[in-house]
């Protein structure tokens, strides 16, 4: 039983588990909803961001670690003024996301993918199973950081400040 588990331990450890630097084809097609309950595909919505880098947060109005990383997030904004902000809620009700962009004060682009953060093509790509969950995308739309979970997270940074290099 012992060599068992070794074998399991060395086989999941050597496995190569790559980051992904594209979105994945459903993710692009998965609905977002903007502030004007305007539907578009994340596709078309992060197209619209081509030659700028763009600072993802997916965050809820009832996560308590997503309102506690928005300081930080607005310090990002100072710091990266050039950085497009974009923040997907997966708050299921419309109203809470509303209002939790009013009531903390978020600045930057709003979009919902209302089924939450359980279901959705969006969702299922990031593997987002814990939020805040940030993801950087490059100039040229690649994805240069898959995954942060805290706005500290120095690479966020580090992805920020390079051009077009993958973390």
């Known amino acids: 039983m012992k060599k068992l588990i070794v074998l399991i331990t060395l086989v999941f450890s050597s496995c190569n588990f790559e980051t992904p630097t594209q979105f994945s084809e459903k993710a692009n097609k998965d ?3 903007s502030l004007e309950d305007t ?3 994340f596709k078309e ?3 619209q961001y081509k030659g700028k ?15 506690k990383g928005l300081p930080t997030v607005k310090e990002l904004q100072t710091a990266f003024p050039e ?4 923040f997907l809620s997966v708050d299921k009700k419309s109203n809470s996301w509303k209002n939790g962009v009013r009531r903390f004060n978020i600045e930057g682009e709003h979009y919902n993918l209302p ?6 093509d969006f969702v299922d790509f990031l593997n987002a199973n814990w939020i805040p969950r940030y993801v950087v995308v490059d100039e040229v739309g690649n994805i240069s950081l898959f995954k942060a979970t805290k ?12 051009n077009t290099e993958s973390i």
């Open 31 to 33: 609905i977002l909803y």
């Open 39 to 41: 539907p578009q595909t």
């Open 45 to 47: 919505v992060i197209d």
């Open 151 to 162: 706005a500290s997270d120095k690479r966020i940074v580090k992805a920020l400040e390079n």
């Open 83 to 86: 950085v497009v902000f974009l």
């Open 53 to 67: 880098k763009v600072l993802i947060d997916v965050w809820a109005s009832w996560c308590a670690d997503c309102v």
């Open 115 to 120: 089924r939450g953060m359980k279901d959705g």
